[in-house]
C-alpha cells in the first residue's frame, strides 16, 4: 500500500505532453484533450498497461461533468497526471490546497496521491532533484470506495490530524524529518522548510500518481484541484455552456379551444448538442416578471419534445410559456408568454321575438329577430327558415352572421317556419331556438259591399258581383240606403 517508489526521477514521456511554465489562469481552467493546459498523462512504468485519460464521470463530479483516470493492472506500474506550471511557487505561499478523488477498485487505503517536486530552497540557486513531498489521505482519513471524497490538503485537523506529508528522499527526510512512516503536518513542513517550495525546473512538478508498488490493480479519478483559488476541471470535452436557443411559435396562442384534450407545441430549439429537453410553465394568472409568469404557476418535469398534452384543465385564460436546456445543464430564456382560453361550454340556445310566433305579415320585407347571446369567446349565428315545422326540407340557411337579425326582402307568400342557434368562438353549437310560424300575405283585403258612391263609380260596381248589382246608379242606391240605415 505504501509508495516507497513514488515519482522516481521523471516520468518516461510525459514531457512531450507538459506545456511550460508561467501560464496565468482563470478561476476556473477547464483541461481537456483538446486542450491540456500545460496538464499531461505518462506512465512510471513504460511496459506496464497502465493508462490515463479524461473521461465522463464517474457519478458526479465535483466539478463539470468529467474528470482524469488513472487505471493500473499490476503491481510496478505506475501512472501519472502532472503539470509544470507552478515552478519556484513557496510552500508559505500556498493558502489553498484541495483535490478530490474517487476510487471504483483497489486496496482499502488507496487513493490517487498529490505531489510536488521538492526544493528545501527556492530562493537560492540550487535546483537539483531532491525527490518530492507527497500527499497520502490514508494516513488521518478513511479513504471509501465509489464516492467523491475531497481532501483539505492543508487541514492539519483532518481525520487523527497526525498529518499526511512526506519526503520522498531519504536524505532530506532524515534531514527535515516527514518520512512516509512519520508524516509531517503542512505546519510542521513550513517551520522545517521556511523558504522550501516546488522545484524550479522545465520538468513537471505537480503530480498526481496512482502507483508503483499497488497491488491488486486499481481504477481511481481526480478531479478538481485547487491552488490558491485556481482550481482545474478534468474534462473529455470542453464544457458545453452555450444555451439552446430560445423557443419560438407557440401553439396555440390568442384562441379558444373547445375542450381541455389538446397538446401545446412549439418549435424545436436548436443547441450544440444534439439533446435539447424543455420545461413548460402555465397559469390562469398573467402576473410576470421581466417576462416570466410568477404566480399560481403549473410546472412540468423535464420534456423531450417540443409538445405537452393538456388534460382537465378547467375553462378559462391561460397564459404559458416554454423554456429549453441542453444535456450540459444549460437553459435558455423562458419564450414569450402566450395565452388559450378554454372553453367547453357551448352558448345558450337563442329566444327569438319576431314576428310573432303564429303571426303574419303583410309585406314582403321585413326583419326575423332575436335576443342576443352572450359568450366569454363571442358568437355567431345560423339562422334557417322551412316550409315544414321539422325542417325536412330547409327553404333558406345563412350562417356566421353577427348581427342577431335577417332582413328578409322580397319574401313570396307562404308559411314558413324559423329558427336560430349560436356557435362560441371555440366552435360549441348550442340547441335550436323555439320554432316559430310565420305566415307572409301581401295580397289586398277583399271588400264585400260598398261603403261610398266613389267605390260605385268608375264600373266600381262590378266588382261587388255577391250583390248583382245593374248599373252604377243601383250601386249608389245600396250605399244611400244603408247610409240612412245606419243613422237611425
Not at 486496496?107 to 517536486?117: N, R, S
Not at 482545474?232 to 439552446?244: C, G, M, N, Q, R
Request: proline letters at 5%.
Amino acid at each position: 500500500m505504501k509508495i516507497d517508489k513514488l515519482l522516481k526521477a521523471g516520468a518516461v514521456g510525459l514531457m512531450s505532453l507538459v506545456a511550460s511554465a508561467g501560464m496565468a489562469f482563470a478561476a476556473t481552467t477547464v483541461v481537456y484533450p483538446g486542450d491540456m493546459q500545460g496538464w499531461g498523462f505518462g506512465p512510471e512504468n513504460i511496459s506496464g498497461s497502465q493508462t490515463g485519460q479524461m473521461v465522463n464521470g464517474p457519478a458526479t463530479p465535483p466539478e463539470g461533468n468529467g474528470s482524469a483516470q488513472l487505471t493500473l493492472s499490476a503491481n510496478n506500474e505506475g501512472m501519472v497526471l502532472a503539470t509544470s506550471n507552478y515552478q519556484g511557487k513557496k510552500f508559505a505561499d500556498i493558502t489553498t490546497l484541495q483535490y478530490s478523488t474517487y476510487r471504483s477498485s483497489g486496496e482499502t487505503a488507496l487513493a490517487i496521491t498529490l505531489a510536488f517536486d521538492f526544493d528545501n530552497n527556492v530562493t537560492d540557486s540550487d535546483n537539483s532533484f531532491k525527490g518530492r513531498v507527497v500527499y497520502e489521505p490514508y494516513h488521518t482519513q478513511t479513504v471509501l470506495t465509489g464516492v467523491w471524497q475531497t481532501w483539505d490538503t492543508l487541514n492539519d485537523s483532518a481525520g487523527n490530524g497526525t498529518g499526511n506529508w512526506w519526503l520522498s528522499n531519504g536524505t532530506q527526510a532524515s534531514t527535515y524529518g516527514c518520512s512516509q512512516t512519520n508524516p509531517c503536518t503542512w505546519a510542521q513542513l513550513l517551520i522545517a522548510v521556511p523558504d522550501g517550495g516546488i522545484r524550479t525546473t522545465a520538468n513537471p512538478n505537480v503530480w498526481f500518481k496512482a502507483g508503483s508498488g499497488w497491488t491488486g490493480g486499481f481504477d481511481g479519478n481526480v478531479d478538481a484541484l485547487n491552488v490558491n483559488g485556481d482550481v482545474y476541471d478534468f474534462e473529455l470535452s470542453i464544457p458545453d455552456t452555450t444555451a439552446p436557443t430560445v423557443p419560438v411559435n407557440g401553439l396555440p396562442d390568442g384562441t379558444f379551444e373547445p375542450d381541455n384534450e389538446f397538446n401545446f407545441t412549439w418549435n424545436a430549439s436548436t443547441d450544440d448538442s444534439d439533446v435539447v429537453m424543455y420545461e413548460f410553465q402555465s397559469s390562469m394568472n398573467p402576473a410576470e416578471v421581466d417576462g416570466v409568469l410568477t404566480t399560481g404557476l403549473w410546472s412540468s418535469g423535464t420534456l423531450t419534445s417540443p409538445m405537452i398534452h393538456s388534460s382537465g384543465a378547467p375553462d378559462g385564460i391561460w397564459y404559458w410559456q416554454v423554456r429549453a436546456k441542453d444535456e450540459a445543464g444549460n437553459y435558455s430564456d423562458w419564450s414569450e408568454i402566450w395565452d388559450v382560453t378554454l372553453d367547453s361550454v357551448a352558448p345558450s340556445a337563442p329566444i327569438l321575438i319576431s314576428p310573432a310566433n303564429n303571426s303574419t305579415v303583410t309585406t314582403s320585407d321585413f326583419q326575423f329577430d332575436w335576443d342576443d347571446v352572450s359568450d366569454p369567446s363571442g358568437v355567431t349565428y345560423t339562422w334557417q327558415m322551412s316550409y315544414d315545422p321539422a325542417f325536412t326540407t330547409v327553404a333558406i340557411t345563412h350562417t356566421g352572421l353577427s348581427d342577431s337579425f335577417v332582413n328578409s326582402p322580397g319574401t313570396p307568400d307562404n308559411v314558413y317556419y324559423w329558427r336560430v342557434s349560436a356557435t362560441d368562438g371555440a366552435g360549441h353549437a348550442s340547441v335550436w331556438s323555439s320554432i316559430w310560424k310565420v305566415t307572409v300575405n301581401t295580397q289586398p283585403a277583399i271588400v264585400l259591399q260598398p261603403t261610398n258612391k266613389d267605390q260605385c263609380k268608375n264600373n266600381g260596381w262590378e266588382s261587388f258581383t255577391t250583390l248583382n248589382f245593374k248599373n252604377q246608379g243601383s250601386c249608389v242606391s245600396y250605399v244611400q240606403a244603408n247610409s240612412h240605415a245606419n243613422k237611425k
